[in-house]
């Protein structure tokens, strides 16, 4: 993941990554920063502590990651670890899709 | 070679220097116990080599000596380096200085003749990766044919819910719509 930001974000890469806490514990924000310090975590996180992010997606799984196209659609959802490496040509594939702004 | 032989010159010319010396001074005692009145009977020299009946023995206790000494003066030169030497050890120094310098001078114009070599290749390398990005241009501004599969299989699954979150780390705060023409990756995690 930060090797995707540092690769990918001059070239309009945004990640985002919503922290929603499973046990208690992980609703303490300081935690959370703590461990972005100790992962290194370069990239924008947001406390989705109320678990209003989670339920607005409906999302049942830690991890999962969506990836959002130019025009804000959802193209590919990849749940659990692995397979980075098409995960990576995914980035790749969306970034080179044209866009056109409205 | 020449620091060796140097050496072995030296060694012998000082033998030559002590045999001379010792010489020298077993004809003096000798020149004592006959030919030297001005040490006179008390010298102790005549008193200890000459009166004794073991006057035989003492001189020749003093040639052993004598010939530790020599010993001892031909094994010299190998441990305490002398001055003439040190002068050729210096000289070969030199020399060595010399042609190290000449060396390093030579190397620092084949360093120089490769890095022109080098800078040529490289400028024929960059002339190469000018074109190929002048090439790859035109499939920078779109995707390859793999990519363009790629994407016919990731299907539009609707649009991303906007994140309703307040309390952000990294960043200001950030909502989906401002963030249009940007991929954008949104991972759920926890760091537990």
Redesign the interface.
């Known amino acids: 993941?930060r090797e995707?930001h540092e690769k990918?974000a001059d070239d309009?890469?945004?990640?985002?990554?919503?922290?929603?806490?499973?046990?208690r514990?992980?609703r303490d924000?300081q935690?959370?920063?703590n461990?972005?310090t100790r992962?290194s975590?370069?990239?924008?996180?947001?406390?989705?502590?109320d678990w209003?992010?989670?339920r607005?997606?409906n999302?049942r799984?830690?991890?999962?990651?969506?990836?959002?196209?130019?025009?804000?659609?959802?193209?590919?959802?990849k749940i659990g670890e692995g397979q980075y490496g098409y995960s990576e040509?995914?980035?790749?594939?969306?970034?080179?899709?044209?866009?056109a702004?409205n | 070679m020449e620091a060796r032989s140097a050496r072995l010159h030296l060694h012998t010319k000082d033998t030559e220097m002590i045999v001379k010396t010792l010489t020298k001074a077993l004809t003096d005692i000798g020149v004592v116990r006959r030919n030297r009145p001005d040490l006179g009977h008390n010298s102790p020299v005549r008193l200890s080599c000459g009166r004794h009946q073991g006057g035989r023995r003492c001189r020749f206790a003093l040639l052993m000596l004598i010939c530790g000494m020599l010993l001892a003066g031909c094994a010299m030169p190998e441990a305490i380096p002398t001055q003439s030497d040190q002068g050729s050890q210096s000289d070969q120094g030199a020399k060595v200085e010399a042609i190290q310098t000449r060396v390093a001078e030579e190397r620092a114009g084949q360093a120089s003749e490769k890095e022109d070599a080098m800078a040529g290749a490289s400028g024929g390398a960059q002339g190469q990766t000018a074109t190929a990005e002048e090439s790859g241009g035109a499939l920078?501004?779109?995707?390859?044919a793999e990519?363009l599969e790629?994407?016919a299989k990731?299907?539009?699954?609707?649009?991303?819910?906007?994140?309703?979150?307040e309390?952000?780390?990294?960043?200001e705060?950030?909502k989906?719509?401002d963030?249009?023409?940007?991929?954008?990756?949104?991972?759920?995690?926890?760091?537990?």
Request: aromatic residues 16%; charged residues 15%.
């Open positions: 993941m995707w990918y309009g890469f945004v990640i985002i990554g919503v922290h929603t806490p499973e046990f514990h992980e924000v935690n959370v920063e461990s972005l992962l975590i370069p990239f924008a996180v947001a406390i989705d502590n209003k992010t989670w607005s997606y999302n799984y830690w991890p999962a990651m969506y990836f959002i196209d130019k025009t804000g659609q959802i193209r590919y959802l040509s995914v980035i790749q594939a969306l970034l080179a899709e044209p866009y702004a | 920078v501004s779109g995707p390859t990519q790629l994407l990731l299907r539009p699954q609707g649009e991303a819910p906007e994140l309703l979150n309390v952000w780390l990294n960043s705060p950030l989906l719509a963030l249009r023409g940007n991929v954008v990756l949104v991972e759920f995690w926890t760091y537990g």
